[in-house]
């Protein structure tokens, strides 16, 4: 009986224990149910689609449970959702250790206040959820907390001391706020922190709180208002490996051991007011890749060590007040993609090291007192993309050897001492769209070759020695500057417009049959010995009657481009978004419009009915087949890519069987150079 009795008692206390936990998971189904129904398109989600009341809700899609099946984490991540983001039922889950709602389209509201009963909640992610308002005071209360994420949002006001309470915070996110005010006492009580960012904010004061976070390892404060030194402490870190600071008021010098006792991996402090020198040893156990120091007051010299540093990326320390030799290892970092050392003060030349630099695309150094030749080991760096050295004391003759340069877009070389002639190898530079070889000690002739580079558009080789004449091929640039030369002979007829007018004068020696601020060339100047026979042998009243048949069969032509224009089935293909329709541009493909010739074209100017002005270029479908021509396919995709401040926007494109226009931003005055440097 004993025994029975023992055997009914224990069968009704698990009858009652499997009644409760069952019970506990239906009022669990129920409140994330209802935290559902307050989304505005939870019917139409997907992952939603799961939290139902006939599934378990262990099941739910974005639900984990703990090994009680009682919820553990909800992570509705990405998921579009909208409404305003009301948490009064998923509050009440009482295991609830993880809440992840960043990345929706929630209303604006303040910060919830049910949030702050969850005191067991360990993980709360509300990124990019339009939240507004200060941090509540309240956010002190949720003190096992390890991760709170709370960037992206529209929160103002300061953050306030109560997140010192924290102490168990290992990541704290905050960046992409309008928070304000001076960072809080109590910061310093974080001792377990490891990643904090608080950047694009309106932070001001210095970095005094970050003085005792000795186990930090990522620091990111840029875009804000911060002012005063980098606290010494800083360079005993011993696990720090990314600092980013950038875009504050910082000043005074780096500590020197910054880096030097952990595997470093990022420091970007550019755009502060930093003096003193460059640490010697942020790559000190071999994994930096980004040193980025740009525009500060920092002098001295590069660091020996930096020249062994193969993991670094980026090197760029421009816009200071450095000098002395660059150390030749420097231009052979073999992981390199941009090495920029501009506007400072250095000089010595460019060493045959860089030949080893296989990834490097941008070699910027403009505005300093480098010299020497340019080595012929510059075509082994065969990734380049732009080299910009312009201002320089570089002399000798500008290597054949870049023509092998395949990828090679920007080619600045202007305020230097280069002589000798300018290599006809750079023809093979398809990819080229911006030259500048001014103000150099150039001889020889302007190879043709440059002229019949499909994505070429700047041209300038004014204040230099070229003689010769100028080639025909040169008028289906966009932007030409050849004043200040000693050319000679007649001036193309593709480039006897008004529009060329100030790109070709200070050459004495040119002439022109149709331009009146030229000298007249003399009868038969420029023209071949078959045509001058030709016109000697008319009469007068054979010439006239000779102009008379051009000027018709010039209307004609022109008529049955017009027509043909308007009849041929175009297709527009944009690349930014448009403020003009086809037709616009189809009707202003004129004779008064033309601003250039060229070998593959012509190039107009065609002025909108909102006063904007644009460019249009023709290129011939010169394929066989009907199809566009290479020249075309490689400028398209060259410039509909490029994202670049130096490169002119191409807006469009429109296409037909028959004939191919390029639609880019109009320049009337300067050039690329000069947008460059804006």
Request: glycine letters at 8%.
């Amino acid at each position: 009986m004993d025994a029975t009795f023992l055997y009914l008692r224990c069968l009704l206390f698990l009858f009652c224990l499997l009644s409760h936990m069952e019970a506990g998971a239906v009022d669990e189904r129920q409140l994330l149910l209802k935290f559902k129904s307050t989304f505005e398109n939870s019917s139409t989600n997907s992952i939603l689609s799961t939290w139902n009341s006939s599934n378990p809700v262990c099941s739910f899609s974005g639900v984990a449970c703990n090994g009680k099946k009682y919820v553990r984490e909800v992570d509705l991540t990405d998921q579009n959702l909208s409404g305003f983001l009301v948490l009064d039922d998923i509050c009440q889950l009482k295991f609830l250790e993880k809440l992840e709602l960043r990345n929706n389209a929630f209303h604006p509201r303040l910060f919830p206040s049910e949030i702050f009963s969850l005191k067991n909640l360990t993980y709360l992610g509300l990124a990019n959820c339009s939240l507004q308002g200060p941090v509540p005071k309240s956010i002190g209360n949720l003190s096992e907390l390890t991760l709170l994420d709370l960037s992206y949002n529209n929160m103002v006001g300061e953050i306030p001391s109560e997140v010192g309470k924290l102490t168990k915070l290992w990541m704290l996110e905050l960046y992409c706020n309008h928070l304000n005010g001076t960072l809080p006492f109590g910061l310093r009580n974080l001792t377990n922190l490891e990643y904090f960012d608080a950047s694009k904010n309106l932070l001001e004061g210095n970095l005094s709180e970050f003085r005792f976070s000795k186990n930090i390892v990522s620091l990111h404060l840029y875009e804000n208002n911060l002012s005063g030194e980098v606290p010494a402490e800083f360079g005993e870190f011993k696990k720090l490996v990314v600092l980013s600071l950038f875009k504050n008021m910082l000043t005074g010098p780096l500590p020197q051991k910054l880096g030097s006792w952990s595997k470093f991996v990022c420091a970007d402090l550019s755009e502060n007011f930093l003096t003193g020198t460059i640490p010697p040893d942020m790559c000190k156990m071999g994994t930096m890749t980004k040193l980025l120091f740009v525009q500060n007051k920092l002098s001295g010299e590069i660091p020996q060590n930096y020249a062994k540093c193969t993991t670094l990326k980026r090197f760029r320390v421009n816009n200071n007040l450095l000098y002395g030799v660059v150390p030749p290892g420097i231009w052979g970092l073999p992981n390199a993609e941009i090495i920029d050392i501009g506007s400072n003060r250095f000089e010595g030349p460019i060493t045959s090291h860089i030949g080893k630099a296989r990834t490097l695309a941008l070699l910027f150094m403009s505005y300093n007192q480098l010299s020497g030749e340019l080595p012929d080991e510059i075509s082994k760096a065969t990734s380049l993309v732009s080299i910009v050295l312009d201002n320089n004391r570089f002399s000798g003759r500008i290597p054949r050897s870049l023509g092998d340069l395949k990828h090679l877009g920007i080619l600045f070389l202007q305020s230097n001492m280069f002589s000798a002639s300018i290599p006809k190898s750079l023809g093979r530079c398809f990819l080229l769209s911006d030259v500048n070889m001014a103000h150099n000690l150039l001889s020889g002739e302007i190879p043709s070759s440059l002229g019949s580079l499909p994505s070429l558009n700047s041209l300038n080789l004014s204040n230099n020695q070229l003689s010769g004449q100028i080639p025909e091929k040169l008028a289906s640039l966009m932007l030409l500057d050849l004043t200040h030369n000693r050319l000679t002979g007649v001036v193309p007829k593709t480039l006897s417009i008004a529009a060329y007018k100030s790109s070709i004068s200070g050459n004495p020696g040119l002439c022109s049959m149709y331009m009146s601020s030229f000298p007249r060339c003399s009868p038969g100047s420029g023209l071949s010995k078959d045509v001058r026979i030709v016109i000697i042998c008319f009469s007068v009243g054979s010439a006239i009657l000779l102009v008379l048949l051009i000027c018709a069969l010039f209307l004609k032509k022109r008529k049955d481009e017009e027509r043909t224009l308007k009849e041929e089935s175009w297709e527009l293909n944009s690349f930014h978004v448009l403020s003009f329709t086809q037709d616009e541009i189809l009707d202003s493909i004129r004779q008064e419009n033309l601003i250039g010739r060229g070998g593959s074209g012509n190039v107009y100017r065609v002025l909108l009915a909102d006063g904007k002005e644009l460019a249009v270029k023709h290129i011939r479908n010169t394929d066989p087949s009907g199809g566009k021509s290479k020249e075309f396919d490689a400028e398209v995709a060259t410039l509909s890519s490029i994202r670049h401040i130096n490169v002119v926007k191409l807006y469009c494109s429109i296409t037909s069987e028959g004939s191919s226009f390029l639609v880019y931003e109009y320049l009337p005055n300067g050039n690329l150079w000069d947008r460059l440097h804006t």
